[in-house]
Structures are given as C-alpha cells and as structure tokens.
C-alpha cells in the first residue's frame, strides 16, 4: 500500500521530467535532377508531442523550432587572391578534407536569441558554427579568415544560406518551413534536421532523408562517367571531334 502511494506520489514528477518528442516529415523524400531542373522548394513539417498528450499551458513558455537541411561533405579547397603588379594570382590557398555541399537553416527566430554560442556550435546551428575540417595547421586568425571566405563563396552561389522567421508554428504544437534547393544543388544524401528549443536548450531533435539525384540523360552521362571512365573519356573526344570536323565542313562549304 505505502508503495502504491510512493509511485502515485511520483508519478507527476516522473511527467514532468519527460521531453517533448517531434514527428517531423519533409514533402519530398526523393528529388530527381533533370536537364530542365531550375530548383525545388521543400516543406518541412511536424508536429510536437508533449508529455501526457498535452498542449504548452499560457503560462508556459513557448517552445522554438529550428530545421536544418545538410548535403552530403566534400572536399572543397579555397584560394585566396592578391593583386601582384595590377594583375590578380591566386597567393595563398586552404584545403577543407570535409565541408558540407550545402547548408540551409530556417527557425523560428533569429539563432542567436535561442541558444548560446557553444551549443550553436555543438549542433552547428547558423553558418558562423559550421564545423569545418581544414587539411593544414594554418594560424587561428588565418584559419577564420578562410573559413569566412568559404562561407561567403558558398551564400554568393545559395548553396548555403540562413532564413530566420521561417518557421510558423500553430497552437505550439504543429509547425511548418518552406527551404528553397537551388538549381546547382549537388547530388547525394541530404538530411533534414529538426530541433525543439527551449529556455536555451535543445529538449528534442529528429532527423529525416533526402535523396537527390540525376535522372534521365543526366544519369545515363554521370554513372557512364563514373562507371566506365576510360570509354567514356574516348567517347567524348570522338564526339568532340565530330563536331568540329562537321562544323568545319559547313564553314567550307558556306
């Protein structure tokens, strides 16, 4: 008996250390990249599941939430310019051995008035947390200013880019974000990232595939080139001299 009252006794502080969870889902698992692609704009949606079924009280705190869509690492190397003698020479350079191909975020606020730095940095929240792996022991401040200089280079061709405010969330319980892929997305596995912030801390995240690839012609061409890379390499010498053979044939003859 005594013990039947201990567990009912605990039972609200046992709901009340539980998490909340999030059901996050994104409208298109798989994205085919044809010859006239121009982009493709995802929906990333969910729902959060309280302790007990339970929506946030009014006198609760509301929670945020941040989506965070990644394409696959590559290996990227940046080269910094310096005019010589009027005229511009690549002076010094940095290789990345992992750098995300693409980066996107979207919250519900601005990043930096949910979570401070160090946990921006450990679930590399924003670009300026991105954890980059330079090749080179190079000094600290030589190191940021390439790390900047990465960054920059990758927003100037949107494949990375922040877009704070972009997050809706109804009754605090569903919420929705709208992430725009742009045409020169690479391909590979990406993931979708979803967390739940409160009061400074990440209480939940859920992460979800998305697979983007080549299709049609597109695909024929990349898996022959990767495939059967000395044919292909033939083949495309043949064909490249066809057409300037034939191009000079026409110029002859008009």
């Known amino acids: 008996m005594k013990r039947a009252w201990a567990l009912a006794l605990a039972a609200p502080l046992v709901m009340g250390q539980a998490k909340p969870e999030l059901v996050p889902d994104v409208s298109q698992r798989d994205i085919e990249i044809a010859y006239s692609f121009t982009g493709a704009e995802l929906l990333l949606f969910g729902a959060i599941l309280y302790p007990g079924g339970r929506a946030p009280g009014q006198d609760e705190r509301p929670a945020d939430i941040v989506v965070v869509i990644k394409g696959p690492t590559e290996s990227v190397v940046v080269r910094e310019k310096s005019k010589v003698a009027g005229i511009w020479v690549n002076a010094a350079q940095m290789r990345y051995r992992s750098a995300p191909s693409f980066y996107a975020m979207a919250s519900s606020r601005p990043i930096r008035q949910l979570v401070d730095e160090r946990t921006r940095a450990i679930y590399e929240l924003g670009l300026d ?8 022991g190079a000094a600290p401040a030589v190191q940021q200013r390439f790390d900047r200089g990465l960054v920059d280079l990758k927003r100037r061709t949107g ?3 922040e877009a704070p405010g972009a997050v809706e969330i109804t009754g605090g319980v569903l919420y929705r974000a709208r992430l725009r892929i742009p045409a020169r997305v690479p391909v590979g596995r990406f993931t ?22 080549k299709s049609g012609f597109e695909r024929f061409v990349a898996t022959s080139a990767d495939q059967h890379a000395i044919a ?11 057409f300037g053979w034939g191009a000079g044939a026409l110029w002859r003859r008009f």
Do not use: H, M, N, W
């Open 159 to 161: 494949l990375f880019y």
């Open 192 to 213: 979708a990232e979803t967390f739940l912030i409160r009061d400074g801390r990440v209480l939940a995240a859920a992460v979800r595939p998305i697979a983007i690839r």
């Open 129 to 136: 947390s991105l954890q980059l792996s330079p090749a080179s």
């Open 232 to 242: 292909y390499g033939l083949i495309a010498v043949g064909v490249s001299f066809l």
